[in-house]
């Protein structure tokens, strides 16, 4: 089950919920679903209120909620409820809406902070038992094992390791036979003078346009991508090691001294980083691009 089923779930059952850095929502208690799991309830009007709060904090109950139906471990169920609050943030700090499916819309207001649209058609149920043991089986850590766990994320470093590996040995091979390209050099021809009854060597002159060189190939084969965003060091810190345990090699770099970019140093030709890009956007749905 996806962060944000979650959360609306934990919303139903408890009736207010607090998203990290954006606010509380708070659903009238008058509202009562039907028992039928099947069935689909209908929010009248105002019937989920929401509190714009930036300085607000982690949800506890939430974070307990979270790892009860999932099976997975705090750090865990605790770093993936924060990567979904900053998402949301990202989202409405460039002007796109922010939908949370089963209950509604946030989106930036004109003043400034964010406001929320409700929506109407619902389904508060969670899905089937079936599915939900399945995904409980799947989350569950063998620490005896524990690369079973993270085979997933493994196959992804593989795969970007073995893009970023084809792009360098290209490279090299493009550098290499630029470099290599046989230029033709004039040989020098002695003649004997038999009249005179000297020696003298003559050389041919060489021609000039041989001897200007290509401009050197300029060696791009690294650059820096910034990956996602934060506005104080601890929270950049803190997620510089969640990130990097999991096996992947981040680094931070500031900006100024209270904002940071979580950055990955790519070996790699820039002219391929169009599909780096696109890999690093889609492991860690985010928009990433090239510092320096």
């Known amino acids: ?154 196959n992804w470093m593989i795969g970007i390791g073995t893009l970023l590996l084809l792009l360098l040995v290209t490279a090299a091979i493009f550098y290499l036979f630029r470099e290599k390209k046989p230029v033709d050099q004039s040989t020098s021809v002695i003649l004997q003078d038999t009249i005179a009854n000297r020696d003298s060597q003559l050389v041919a002159q060489p021609d000039t346009t041989l001897l200007q060189r290509a401009a050197p190939v300029v060696n791009d084969s690294s650059y820096v991508v910034a990956v996602k965003y934060y506005k104080t060091e601890a929270k950049a810190k803190s997620m510089l090691e969640t990130f990097n345990g999991y096996g992947y090699k981040f680094d931070l770099t500031p900006i100024d001294s209270s904002n940071y970019y979580l950055t990955m140093k790519i070996v790699g030709a820039r002219a391929d980083s169009t599909r780096v890009l696109d890999s690093l956007n889609r492991l860690f749905g985010v928009k990433s691009f090239i510092l320096n």
């Open 1 to 154: 089950m996806k962060i944000g089923q979650l959360i609306v779930q934990y919303l139903y059952n408890n009736k207010e919920v607090t998203l990290q850095e954006i606010g509380t929502f708070t659903l009238s208690k008058d509202i009562v679903f039907p028992a039928e799991s099947d069935k689909e309830a209908f929010l009248p009007d105002n019937a989920v209120q929401f509190q714009y709060n930036t300085r607000a904090g982690e949800d506890e109950g939430l974070i307990d909620y979270i790892v009860q139906t999932t099976r997975k471990i705090r750090p865990l169920a605790k770093s993936d409820l924060e990567s979904y609050a900053i998402l949301g943030r990202e989202y409405l700090n460039i002007g796109k809406p922010f939908p949370i499916e089963g209950l509604g819309t946030l989106q930036k207001a004109d003043f400034g902070g964010y406001e929320f649209v409700q929506g109407h058609s619902i389904n508060p149920k969670l899905e089937s038992q079936v599915h939900t043991l399945k995904e409980k089986e799947e989350n569950v850590i063998n620490f005896s094992t524990p690369a079973r766990a993270r085979d997933n994320r493994k």
